[in-house]
């Protein structure tokens, strides 16, 4: 899994909104059972069991309650997680910001500034993925299916080895395709920021670009380098929507095998309609946060390969500026 612990250690700063995002989470996924609970049981009193409507009028309250309590907790979750981003986001800025004006021109000279502008922005800017939706994804893709777990072992224990068995294919994959991802998100960043750093190093330049008749020869290089950013960037989209595609079909199959075997069991009478009706309907459910996982791995991706630089500007110290200037990193094509 992609966890810096320098990221880490930012979001103890925030650990209250970052705990009630993931608490939140694991309360709407609470609530999404009841739901499962509810409605199965409502379902199967009225059409099989003969229950008239006003019998199950306080369960449809019950059902319409959960399902306003759910919508709410989404809600608040959201909020919560983009307090968390925003919050270390404005820090980490804050905290950069005044490192660069602390080490002066003798840092800044040997650095491109539009390197430093697009890591203060689009940098910064990458991290509220991270924070927003991996981190908390990571902690709920565990918290909710294991609950899931508790609930449907007791109920069906065949249904409950089909979960546990078919749950660890989704982030299998997921780790293998995010290592090819990894590498490309990291030869993303650098393409932006070669292009932030060269074209504004061209703006500033252009008096004496003009002056000795080379500007026009920069039109070339700045296209050559937009050109290396296009391709990074549809390779990373490339990989992206490959590993959305590999997840949504290992969890509708995983999904599918669900509903054959309870389907199966149903019509030889080994399980109840309620049982049946309520693993089915939790199933797309126990997949979900292993899928938004998923989703968040590639922000996470994202995210931690703009960290690198972040921390690389705020580890150096007065006296250890090498200046990097036109270094290794940020040659031109």
């Not at 739901?35 to 409507?53: K, N, V």
């Not at 449809?60 to 709410?72: F, H, N």
């Not at 670009?209 to 920069?218: P, T, V, Y």
């Not at 990074?232 to 054959?260: D, K, M, N």
């Amino acid at each position: 899994m992609n966890i810096d612990r320098r990221l880490l250690k930012e979001a103890g700063v925030v650990r209250l909104y970052l705990a009630a995002t993931i608490g939140l989470g694991f309360l709407a996924g609470l609530a999404t059972l009841l739901q499962a609970l509810y409605l199965s049981r409502i379902t199967a009193q009225l059409f099989l069991e003969g229950y008239s409507f006003e019998q199950v009028k306080a369960l449809l309250a019950l059902l319409l309650l959960v399902i306003v309590a759910r919508a709410a907790l989404v809600g608040a979750r959201e909020i919560a997680a983009n307090r968390v981003a925003c919050r270390i986001k404005q820090r980490l800025r804050e905290r950069l910001f005044d490192h660069i004006l602390a080490l002066g021109p003798a840092f800044t000279s040997g650095e491109r500034t539009g390197e430093l502008s697009s890591t203060l922005q689009e940098g910064i800017e990458s991290l509220e993925g991270y924070f927003g939706q991996y981190l908390p994804s990571l902690a709920l893709a565990v918290l909710v299916p294991f609950t899931i777990l508790l609930f449907v072992f007791p109920l069906d224990p065949v249904s409950g080895l089909v979960f546990l068995l078919t749950a660890p294919l989704i982030p299998i994959f997921m780790i293998l395709i995010g290592q090819r991802a990894e590498t490309l998100t990291r030869r993303q960043w650098e393409s932006l920021s070669l292009m932030s750093a060269h074209f504004l190093d061209v703006l500033q330049g252009m008096t004496t670009l003009k002056l000795f008749g080379r500007s026009r020869a920069q039109v070339e290089i700045l296209a050559r380098i937009s050109d290396r950013f296009r391709t990074t960037t549809l390779a990373v989209l490339r990989v992206a929507f490959l590993s959305a595609l590999t997840l949504e079909l290992l969890s509708t199959l995983s999904t599918a095998i669900v509903a054959v075997e309870v389907g199966l069991r149903l019509l030889y009478g080994s399980i109840s309609f309620e049982h049946a009706f309520f693993i089915l309907i939790v199933a797309p459910e126990f997949y979900l946060p292993l899928r938004n996982l998923g989703s968040g791995f590639h922000a996470g991706i994202s995210g931690g390969a703009a960290a690198r630089r972040i921390f690389e500007i705020l580890k150096v110290r007065d006296g250890e500026m090498g200046g990097r200037g036109d270094g290794a990193s940020h040659h031109l094509p």
